[in-house]
T-cell receptor, first 116, second 116 residues
């Protein structure tokens, strides 16, 4: 196991609702990235947080937002849920490369979101 | 253009035999990293192997080796002596540039089935 935890494991929401997913990074890691993995596809990069600031974003609309806290844990918020938001949401943590970190990122087990 | 292409949606291999999973990539950045991840049905992404664009030798990690052909922009994963526990989805991924170390582009994956 990687030490990255995510909650909840599963979630069912209705279209139009809002959802918050949580991620605790591995000890010592200050960077968290979020990915969306639709069924049968590879993960798609949503955004990453480094030292509490967003410093990279993929092709996702503004209703996908996030936070990183002083302890480097992170939240992913999705507003106005759509049916296509149904997916596995993965977070991954790593150490900043500029701080002697390497290339590897460690993934959590994911949160499976179903929007009905 | 797709950053990562995996052309084999599914593969079968006999237990104890070797198997090669194909991956081609597209980038104009001279600095990049190539990764392979295994994703069992539980959903967690498990890091297998890494190859940097400037690495002169092919990466190896136990039964995993990466056949890196830079001119052809291919990074095939070779699994030797397949085991039943190797049955899973396998994703090839690329990180571009020295600073976007967490923005990974993933392929669509290859589902490997190991037969007894």
């Amino acid at each position: 196991e990687t030490g990255v935890t995510q909650s909840p494991t599963h979630l069912i929401k209705t279209r139009g609702q809002q959802v918050t997913l949580r991620c605790s990074s591995q000890s010592g890691h200050n960077t968290v990235s979020w990915y969306q993995q639709a069924l049968g596809q590879g993960p798609q990069f949503i955004f990453q947080y480094y030292r509490e600031e967003e410093n990279g974003r993929g092709n996702f609309p503004p209703r996908f937002s996030g936070l990183q806290f002083p302890n480097y844990s992170s939240e992913l918020n999705v507003n106005a849920l759509e049916l296509d938001d149904s997916a596995l949401y993965l977070c991954a943590s790593s150490t900043g490369q500029g701080e002697g970190g390497g290339y590897e990122q460690y993934f959590g087990p994911g949160t499976r979101l179903t929007v009905t | 253009a797709q950053k990562i292409t995996q052309t084999q949606p599914g593969m079968f291999v006999q237990e104890k035999e070797a198997v090669t999973l194909d991956c081609t990539y597209d980038t104009s950045d001279p600095s990049y990293g190539l990764f392979w991840y295994k994703q069992p049905s539980s959903g967690e992404m498990i890091f297998l192997i890494y190859q940097g664009s400037y690495d002169q030798q092919n990466a190896t990690e136990g039964r995993y080796s990466l056949n890196f052909q830079k001119a052809r922009k291919s990074a095939n994963l070779v699994i030797s002596a397949s085991q039943l526990g190797d049955s899973a989805m396998y994703f090839c991924a690329m990180r571009e540039g020295p600073y976007n170390f967490n923005k990974f582009y993933f392929g669509s994956g290859t589902k490997l089935n190991v037969k007894p």
